[in-house]
C-alpha cells in the first residue's frame, strides 16, 4: 500500500467527515425549519412579511449541501486519484474554511446589531400585543422559544401602554418560567 495509500486512505476519510458534517447540518437545519421552529417562523411572518427568522437557516441548509458535495468530490477524487478534483477539492475547502472564518468575525462585530434588532422587533410587537396577527405572534414565540418578554422578562410587559393586557400576558409569562 505504501505511503501514497496511506495519504489516499486520509483524504478518503477526511472527506466523508465532510460529507457527515454536511449531512448533518442539513439534517438538523431541515428538522429546524420545517418542525421545530415552524411555528415561531409562520407567527413572525403573518406580522413581518421578510423572512428574516428563516434566512439564517436557509444558509446553513446551502452550506450543508455545498458540504456533502464537497465531500463527494474529495471521495471521488481521491478513489480515482483525479489532480483535477483534487486541486479543486482543495482549493474549495480553503474557501470554505476562509468563509467560516469571516462568517465568525462578522457576528461577532455585529453581535450588538444583531440582538438589538431582534429586541428592537420584539418590542414593537409587544407594544402592537392587541391587534390578532401581533398577539398570536408573541404568544407562540413565547411558547415555541419558552421565554418572557423581549430582554427583561415579565418586567418587559410593564412598559407595554396596553396595561389591559399585562394580567394576562404575564400570567403566561409566569406559567411558561415555572
Known amino acids: 500500500m505504501g505511503c501514497f495509500g496511506c495519504l489516499k486512505v486520509v483524504l478518503i476519510i477526511f472527506a466523508v467527515c ?3 458534517v454536511g449531512l448533518g447540518l442539513l439534517g438538523v437545519s431541515l428538522w429546524l425549519r420545517f418542525d ?3 411555528e415561531a417562523a409562520d407567527a413572525m ?4 412579511p421578510t423572512d428574516y427568522m428563516n434566512i439564517g437557516l436557509y444558509i446553513a441548509m446551502g452550506i450543508g449541501g455545498f458540504l456533502v ?3 463527494i468530490m474529495g471521495c471521488v477524487g481521491a478513489m ?6 483534487l486541486g479543486n477539492f482543495a482549493v474549495l475547502v480553503v474557501a470554505a474554511i476562509g468563509g ?5 468575525v462578522l457576528a461577532y462585530l455585529y453581535q450588538d446589531q444583531i440582538v438589538n ?3 428592537g422587533l420584539l418590542n414593537t410587537m409587544m407594544l402592537r400585543y392587541g391587534e ?7 404568544d407562540a414565540l413565547q411558547r415555541v422559544f419558552k421565554c418572557c418578554g423581549s430582554n427583561n422578562g415579565p418586567l418587559d410587559w410593564s412598559t407595554v401602554a396596553h396595561v389591559r393586557y399585562f394580567f394576562a400576558v404575564a400570567k403566561y409569562c409566569y406559567y411558561l418560567l415555572a
Request: aromatic share 8%.
Open 80 to 85: 480515482r486519484i483525479s489532480l483535477c478534483l
Open 45 to 48: 411572518h403573518r406580522v413581518e
Open 100 to 104: 467560516l472564518i469571516a462568517v465568525c
Open 117 to 119: 434588532g431582534i429586541i
Open 36 to 38: 421545530y421552529l415552524k
Open 132 to 138: 390578532i396577527p401581533y398577539q398570536a405572534s408573541v
Open 69 to 71: 458535495l464537497l465531500g
Open 18 to 20: 465532510y460529507i457527515l
